[in-house]
């Protein structure tokens, strides 16, 4: 699979899998599990978790997914912003680290900005690094001036900003997006079918053709712009081999200009959009 560089020098898989969700309920545990695995079969060995996700399941689900794979995987991992001080952030890594049994994130994220100063969070995400509990940080939820600010205690580090970002939530193509490119910091889209919603739009079935799916061309989309990575969830294994399939995908010059017109650009900036 194609991959994008981060500052350090490591590179990031273009398509993992996300986890929002998993590890809510007994019941779908072993299914969750198996989804995962057969992702990480097809070749999605970047799986995006959170110790949010489930308080702390979805990163359990996760250990189970990936015994025995860990060298092939590229594990990311979200501090909650209240846990974000310089201690708090070390004791929720190593809690996440616990829960995910391995000894290292191949990146941790700040899950979205709170009110502990940037400049103890990114003390404690250097340290993190230097003890090589984690391979790189970054933020996620982060607008461009929160990036801008960033850079002060980042050492120009930051690997990446995970944000909103489908054909629906076009914003950050305004600011955020440019600026990291020109950083060269991968953006990751999260929620790229907009949690499921984005398929019910008729201008998106127009475009799908014979044998490609609205989830197809949702995240062939993204796929298609550069520097961004892009980790839709599903606990299903059809859905997750139809969204690995988007690889394969090339839309052509006419499939993205009726994209533009159906789902257009920003005109203007626009706050940063969350779920
Ligand atoms: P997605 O846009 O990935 O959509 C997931 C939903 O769509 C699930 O309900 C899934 O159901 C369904 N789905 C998946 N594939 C298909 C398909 N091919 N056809 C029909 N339905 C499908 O939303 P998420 O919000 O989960 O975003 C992806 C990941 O991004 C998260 O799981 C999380 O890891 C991350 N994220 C990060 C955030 C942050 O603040 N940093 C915020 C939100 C998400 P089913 O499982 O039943 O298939």
């Given at each position: 699979?194609?991959?994008?560089?981060?500052?350090?020098?490591?590179?990031?898989?273009?398509?993992?899998?996300?986890?929002?969700?998993?590890?809510?309920?007994?019941?779908?545990?072993?299914?969750?599990?198996?989804?995962?695995?057969?992702?990480?079969?097809?070749?999605?060995?970047?799986?995006?978790?959170?110790?949010?996700?489930?308080?702390?399941?979805?990163?359990?689900?996760?250990?189970?997914?990936?015994?025995?794979?860990?060298?092939?995987?590229?594990?990311?991992?979200?501090?909650?912003?209240?846990?974000?001080?310089?201690?708090?952030?070390?004791?929720?890594?190593?809690?996440?680290?616990?829960?995910?049994?391995?000894?290292?994130?191949?990146?941790?994220?700040?899950?979205?900005?709170?009110?502990?100063?940037?400049?103890?969070?990114?003390?404690?995400?250097?340290?993190?690094?230097?003890?090589?509990?984690?391979?790189?940080?970054?933020?996620?939820?982060?607008?461009?001036?929160?990036?801008?600010?960033?850079?002060?205690?980042d050492h120009n580090l930051t690997a990446t900003d995970q944000v909103l970002y489908n054909l629906?939530?076009?914003?950050?193509?305004?600011?955020?997006?440019?600026?990291?490119?020109?950083?060269?910091?991968?953006?990751?889209?999260?929620?790229?079918?907009?949690?499921?919603?984005?398929?019910?739009?008729?201008?998106?079935?127009?475009?799908?053709?014979?044998?490609?799916?609205?989830?197809?061309?949702?995240?062939?989309?993204?796929?298609?712009?550069?520097?961004?990575?892009?980790?839709?969830?599903?606990?299903?294994?059809?859905?997750?081999?139809?969204?690995?399939?988007?690889?394969?995908?090339?839309?052509?010059?006419?499939?993205?200009?009726?994209?533009?017109?159906?789902?257009?650009?920003?005109?203007?900036?626009?706050?940063?959009?969350?779920?």
């Amino acid at each position: 699979m194609r991959s994008l560089p981060l500052p350090s020098g490591a590179t990031m898989p273009v398509l993992g899998q996300g986890t929002w969700g998993m590890g809510e309920r007994t019941k779908q545990r072993s299914q969750e599990i198996d989804a995962l695995k057969f992702g990480i079969d097809l070749g999605m060995t970047l799986i995006d978790t959170a110790e949010m996700y489930g308080e702390g399941g979805a990163e359990e689900v996760v250990a189970e997914a990936i015994k025995g794979q860990r060298s092939r995987l590229f594990l990311v991992s979200k501090v909650y912003p209240h846990n974000a001080t310089r201690r708090g952030t070390i004791q929720a890594c190593d809690r996440s680290l616990k829960r995910l049994k391995t000894d290292y994130l191949d990146l941790y994220l700040l899950h979205w900005r709170g009110s502990v100063p940037l400049s103890e969070t990114f003390e404690a995400l250097l340290e993190l690094r230097q003890s090589g509990k984690i391979r790189d940080f970054g933020v996620s939820n982060f607008d461009q001036d929160d990036l801008v600010e960033a850079r002060q205690f980042d050492h120009n580090l930051t690997a990446t900003d995970q944000v909103l970002y489908n054909l629906s939530r076009r914003g950050i193509e305004w600011d955020v997006l440019p600026w990291c490119r020109q950083q060269g910091i991968p953006v990751m889209a999260y929620s790229p079918i907009e949690q499921g919603r984005l398929l019910k739009n008729k201008a998106l079935g127009a475009i799908s053709r014979l044998n490609v799916t609205p989830a197809q061309v949702a995240i062939s989309w993204l796929l298609h712009q550069e520097n961004v990575v892009v980790i839709p969830k599903s606990s299903r294994r059809d859905r997750i081999q139809e969204n690995y399939a988007a690889l394969d995908i090339t839309l052509s010059q006419a499939d993205l200009a009726a994209l533009d017109e159906a789902f257009p650009p920003p005109a203007r900036s626009q706050p940063l959009e969350m779920l």
